[in-house]
């Protein structure tokens, strides 16, 4: 078993790294899914913090926006609402569909099965 955040309908793995919305892969690169872990974790982040996380990851920070828009289009692909709002001039907030009992509470320290074969 795996430790895992769920946050609503999105479930956040570490090894590897995997994001799903509704037992649905999210097709993000290493870099968005480092950059979208981390906002999937605090709940929020500050521009500057994104730029030191893309910069951590080997990307440049000046790539920023068009990262978010990235991960913006990815989930919206799959029928997500769009991940994150814009809080002021420099911090984004997480944002998340409801799971299926309609909470969208964090779970931190879910266990989930660390391999799934589908059928």
Not at 47 to 74: C, D, F, W
Request: glycine share 8%.
């Amino acid at each position: 078993m795996e430790r895992a955040i769920k946050r609503g309908a999105v479930v956040l793995t570490f090894d590897p790294l995997l994001v799903t919305w509704r037992g649905r892969c999210v097709p993000l690169s290493p870099t968005e899914a480092q950059v979208y872990a981390y906002i999937c974790r605090r709940g929020r982040a500050t521009y500057e913090e994104l730029n030191q996380v893309l910069a951590n990851n080997g990307a440049n920070p000046a790539t920023r926006s068009l990262v978010l828009g990235h991960i913006r289009g990815k989930f919206r692909q799959i029928g997500a609402c769009c991940p994150f709002e814009r809080l002021g001039m420099n911090m984004l907030r997480l944002r998340v569909d409801p799971d299926e009992h309609g909470s969208t509470a964090p779970v931190i320290g879910l266990t989930v099965p660390r391999y799934v074969i589908a059928s």
